[in-house]
């Protein structure tokens, strides 16, 4: 059964960059064709997909954060991270790190991280 897990500070100050990894057991993220992706939701609001890096190692981005987003891996740990730069408080939310079978959505809930807070503040 695959599980991930995020990891990263949870607290940014406004203008650094928010960095998280999403630590993947029970299958390699280069095996199969899956979308490891991120996701997040700030306080009081919906889901907001954030992107993802397939399994092949191509890269989407949401058109509303690719100028500040980048996500990349490390195949020899089985991980992936997120990186998202310039921050203000309005990018504090939980973050999830998620499994799809289709890119560019949200995936089911079938195999999500836990999530972790990201509080954006001086």
């Known amino acids: 059964q695959v599980q991930l897990q995020e990891s990263g500070p949870g607290l940014v100050k406004p203008s650094q960059t928010l960095s998280l990894t999403c630590t993947v057991s029970?299958?390699?993220?280069?095996?199969?064709?899956?979308?490891w992706s991120w996701i997040r939701q700030p306080p009081g609001k919906g889901l907001e997909w954030i992107g993802y890096?397939?399994?092949?190692?191509?890269?989407y981005y949401s058109p509303s954060l690719e100028s500040r987003t980048s996500i990349s891996r490390d195949t020899s740990k089985n991980q992936f991270s997120l990186q998202l730069s310039s921050v203000t408080p309005e990018d504090t939310a939980v973050y999830y790190c998620?499994?799809?079978?289709?890119?560019?959505?949200?995936?089911?809930?079938?195999?999500w991280g836990q999530g972790t807070q990201v509080t954006v503040s001086s």
């Open positions: 029970g299958g390699s993220i280069i095996s199969g064709l899956y979308y």
């Open positions: 890096i397939s399994s092949t190692g191509s890269k």
């Open positions: 998620a499994r799809a079978r289709v890119g560019r959505q949200i995936p089911p809930r079938d195999f």
